[in-house]
């Protein structure tokens, strides 16, 4: 099985850029083979090349409305649908693309994680710096379902 991990996000604003900051820092551990970690910033273009990846876990800023650096889970079983309560941060752009393509992809899950600040900056805030070896650890909890898979 082959699974993208893909950070998504500006990193220039500041909590925005959660998922580039956890997709550097995976990019630096030992992975499962098979695993690939994209950093894919603000670009959509880089959902067109997704589409040969079995699985993906997307990691990107989501508002849903809990405290700075909530952690969340969702798949597609319950929509890629932007709306509602919980909201990437990326309304259209990326996570729009990314839906088109699921058709072909079996499965995606997205870890979101609350923002605190959302301005000029290259920092995270203390809260949503906090949250990244929890954001790992969900990540690494998908990849041992893959594995379980095999």
């Known amino acids: 099985m082959r699974t ?3 950070g998504v996000g500006n990193s220039l604003m500041r909590d925005e850029g959660i998922g580039v900051h956890v997709a550097r820092a995976l990019a630096d551990e030992t992975l499962p083979e098979g695993v690939e970690v994209i950093d894919a910033g603000t670009d959509p ?3 067109f090349d997704l589409d040969r990846f079995d699985r993906l876990i997307v990691v990107d800023a989501t508002e849903g409305g809990r405290a700075p650096g909530t952690v969340y889970r ?3 079983d319950v929509g890629l649908d932007v709306g ?3 909201q990437a941060c990326h309304d259209v752009g990326f996570l729009q693309t990314l839906r088109r393509i699921s058709r072909s992809t079996p499965e995606v899950v ?6 605190e600040a959302i ?4 920092d995270l ?3 949503v710096q906090q949250s990244i070896p929890r ?7 998908e990849l041992s379902q893959d594995l379980r898979r095999i």
Not at 119 to 122: A, I, N, V
Not at 135 to 141: A, L, P, T, Y
């Open 74 to 76: 969702f798949s597609d």
């Open 125 to 127: 805030s203390p809260v």
């Open 45 to 47: 273009d880089v959902a």
């Open 84 to 86: 509602e309560k919980r």
């Open 135 to 141: 954001v790992i650890e969900v990540v690494r909890q």
């Open 119 to 122: 301005d000029w900056g290259l």
């Open 110 to 115: 997205i870890i979101g994680v609350e923002p």
């Open 4 to 6: 993208a991990i893909v």
